[in-house]
């Protein structure tokens, strides 16, 4: 953990106090990897303190993943532990982040409840699920995965219909291939018309000067997005 970054300490729950979380429906608790405070990594929010609830669970399994620990593990708590959390934290900026966070239910009213406490409000999903039920307060930011991921065909196209200026759509590149595959779905979708688009590199993979030549040789009208997290505290570092 970086000393610039601020942890929760761990609050293990009693066997009954688990219980009675997993007695509540649904929609009010959530199965949590961790929430802490950082600066924000990605999008144009890049470099803001920002609190990160990340969420346990995901239906894809890119090659590339840096959050496997996000798979499996966490601990069950109800919407009001991690409103109140959040609150403790004292941000005005908040991401909901995973894995993937809208696999569970409760997460929709968790980020309702968010924007009703009038923080700024961010979401980051794999792009696989339906973004139309989340509230139109959230700031979406949508991956699109490339074929390098080896989830491609997880896509669900239809998200990229209800994109609004607010949000943000994000590739991860892991070569040229993903690179001319990105191009040509902005290009189909008109997406740069209807939201920042940024392009991420798989780290120790890809060298960015190499996107970057290919964006200017394009005239892409995109972002070239370091992973600021990495660069600060490294690939490896949880909770920052």
């Not at 106090?17 to 929609?27: E, F, G, H, M, S």
């Not at 959390?85 to 980020?111: I, M, Y």
């Not at 696989?128 to 491609?152: A, N, Q, T, Y």
């Amino acid at each position: 953990m970086s000393p610039t970054t601020t942890q929760l300490p761990g609050r293990p729950a009693s066997p009954s106090a688990a219980t009675d979380v997993l007695r509540l429906p649904p929609r009010q608790r959530l199965k949590v990897s961790e929430i802490f405070y950082s600066l924000q990594g990605e999008s144009t929010f890049a470099g803001l303190p920002c609190v990160l609830v990340r969420l346990v669970g995901c239906q894809m399994r890119c090659r590339w993943c840096d959050t496997e620990y996000a798979f499996h593990g966490g601990e069950w708590m109800s919407l009001d532990d991690v409103v109140r959390r959040v609150r403790e934290l004292d941000c005005p900026l908040v991401e909901l982040t995973g894995g993937e966070p809208l696999l569970q239910p409760g997460a929709l009213p968790l980020l309702e409840r968010l924007c009703d406490l009038g923080l700024r409000v961010l979401l980051e999903t794999g792009g696989g699920l339906d973004i139309s039920p989340v509230d139109p307060r959230v700031h979406r930011i949508v991956d699109v995965k490339c074929p390098g991921s080896g989830e491609h065909e997880a896509n669900l196209w239809s998200n990229l219909d209800e994109l609004r200026g607010s949000d943000e759509v994000k590739f991860v590149l892991a070569d040229e291939e993903d690179y001319l595959f990105a191009r040509e779905v902005i290009g189909r979708h008109r997406l740069v018309e209807r939201c920042p688009v940024h392009f991420s590199v798989v780290f120790g993979e890809l060298e960015p000067a190499s996107v970057a030549a290919w964006i200017l040789r394009d005239r892409l009208a995109v972002r070239l997005q370091p992973q600021l997290h990495k660069l600060l505290w490294g690939a490896e570092t949880r909770g920052v």
